[in-house]
Protein backbone atom coordinates (compact mmCIF):
# COMPACT_ATOMS: atom_id res chain seq x y z
CA UNK A 1 0.00 0.00 0.00
CA UNK A 2 1.40 3.50 -1.12
CA UNK A 3 1.48 5.74 1.58
CA UNK A 4 3.04 9.22 2.64
CA UNK A 5 2.94 10.10 5.76
CA UNK A 6 3.87 14.08 7.34
CA UNK A 7 5.17 15.53 9.93
CA UNK A 8 6.50 17.98 12.16
CA UNK A 9 3.30 21.38 11.30
CA UNK A 10 2.70 23.75 14.13
CA UNK A 11 2.53 27.05 15.66
CA UNK A 12 5.63 28.95 14.52
CA UNK A 13 5.55 32.64 15.44
CA UNK A 14 6.66 34.99 12.14
CA UNK A 15 10.33 35.09 11.27
CA UNK A 16 10.19 31.32 12.79
CA UNK A 17 11.45 28.07 11.11
CA UNK A 18 10.04 24.92 11.03
CA UNK A 19 10.89 21.89 8.96
CA UNK A 20 8.64 19.25 7.55
CA UNK A 21 8.91 15.83 6.87
CA UNK A 22 7.09 12.97 4.95
CA UNK A 23 7.74 9.49 5.40
CA UNK A 24 6.87 7.26 2.41
CA UNK A 25 6.03 3.38 2.18
CA UNK A 26 4.89 0.95 -0.06
CA UNK A 27 6.88 1.44 -2.99
CA UNK A 28 10.02 2.32 -4.90
CA UNK A 29 10.91 5.67 -3.85
CA UNK A 30 13.78 6.24 -5.38
CA UNK A 31 12.20 5.68 -8.65
CA UNK A 32 10.09 8.53 -7.89
CA UNK A 33 9.93 12.68 -8.08
CA UNK A 34 8.43 13.98 -4.67
CA UNK A 35 6.34 17.30 -4.34
CA UNK A 36 5.44 19.64 -1.39
CA UNK A 37 1.70 21.29 -2.14
CA UNK A 38 0.01 23.55 0.39
CA UNK A 39 -3.71 24.59 0.82
CA UNK A 40 -4.21 28.03 2.54
CA UNK A 41 -7.67 28.67 4.07
CA UNK A 42 -9.82 29.97 0.69
CA UNK A 43 -7.39 28.63 -1.60
CA UNK A 44 -6.55 26.57 -3.98
CA UNK A 45 -3.99 24.29 -3.33
CA UNK A 46 -0.03 25.44 -4.54
CA UNK A 47 2.44 23.12 -5.69
CA UNK A 48 5.71 24.72 -3.30
CA UNK A 49 8.49 22.59 -4.18
CA UNK A 50 9.33 19.46 -6.15
CA UNK A 51 12.51 17.08 -6.09
CA UNK A 52 13.76 14.19 -8.07
CA UNK A 53 14.28 11.06 -7.62
CA UNK A 54 18.17 10.84 -6.91
CA UNK A 55 18.07 14.59 -4.89
CA UNK A 56 19.64 16.23 -7.49
CA UNK A 57 17.44 18.35 -8.96
CA UNK A 58 15.08 20.80 -7.41
CA UNK A 59 12.64 23.45 -7.48
CA UNK A 60 10.74 26.12 -5.48
CA UNK A 61 7.67 26.74 -7.56
CA UNK A 62 6.16 29.17 -5.30
CA UNK A 63 7.56 32.43 -5.91
CA UNK A 64 6.88 33.68 -2.26
CA UNK A 65 8.62 31.06 -0.82
CA UNK A 66 11.53 31.21 -3.11
CA UNK A 67 15.02 31.88 -0.91
CA UNK A 68 13.13 30.69 2.23
CA UNK A 69 12.24 27.20 1.55
CA UNK A 70 14.54 24.48 0.38
CA UNK A 71 13.33 21.21 -0.40
CA UNK A 72 15.39 17.87 0.31
CA UNK A 73 15.18 14.17 0.65
CA UNK A 74 17.09 10.47 2.16
CA UNK A 75 16.68 8.15 0.37
CA UNK A 76 17.96 5.54 2.62
CA UNK A 77 15.31 6.89 4.72
CA UNK A 78 12.73 7.71 2.09
CA UNK A 79 11.72 10.58 3.14
CA UNK A 80 11.55 13.89 1.61
CA UNK A 81 11.75 17.29 3.89
CA UNK A 82 10.52 21.22 3.35
CA UNK A 83 13.11 23.52 5.28
CA UNK A 84 11.07 26.65 5.87
CA UNK A 85 12.61 29.74 7.26
CA UNK A 86 11.56 33.00 7.85
CA UNK A 87 8.12 31.89 7.95
CA UNK A 88 5.44 34.52 7.22
CA UNK A 89 1.67 34.84 8.23
CA UNK A 90 0.81 34.09 4.65
CA UNK A 91 2.74 30.71 4.58
CA UNK A 92 -0.16 29.62 7.05
CA UNK A 93 -1.49 26.69 5.09
CA UNK A 94 -1.62 22.52 5.72
CA UNK A 95 0.86 21.34 3.87
CA UNK A 96 0.73 18.05 1.88
CA UNK A 97 3.38 15.39 -0.03
CA UNK A 98 3.10 14.02 -3.29
CA UNK A 99 4.34 11.50 -5.66
CA UNK A 100 3.09 10.50 -8.86
CA UNK A 101 3.16 6.75 -7.72
CA UNK A 102 -0.73 6.31 -7.82
CA UNK A 103 -1.11 9.78 -7.31
CA UNK A 104 -0.62 9.53 -3.95
CA UNK A 105 -1.13 12.41 -1.33
CA UNK A 106 -0.32 12.47 2.52
CA UNK A 107 -2.92 13.57 5.30
CA UNK A 108 -1.46 16.75 5.50
CA UNK A 109 0.17 18.67 8.27
CA UNK A 110 -1.05 21.92 9.20
CA UNK A 111 1.65 24.77 9.59
CA UNK A 112 -0.08 28.13 11.72
CA UNK A 113 2.42 31.12 11.63
CA UNK A 114 0.93 33.67 13.87
CA UNK A 115 2.22 36.00 16.73
Known amino acids: QVQLVESGGGLVQPGGSLRLSCAAS????????MYWYRQAPGKERELVASINANGGITTIFADSVKGRFTISRDNAKNTVSLQMNSLKLEDTAVYYCYCNRKATWGQGTQVTVSS
Open 26 to 33: GFTFTDYA
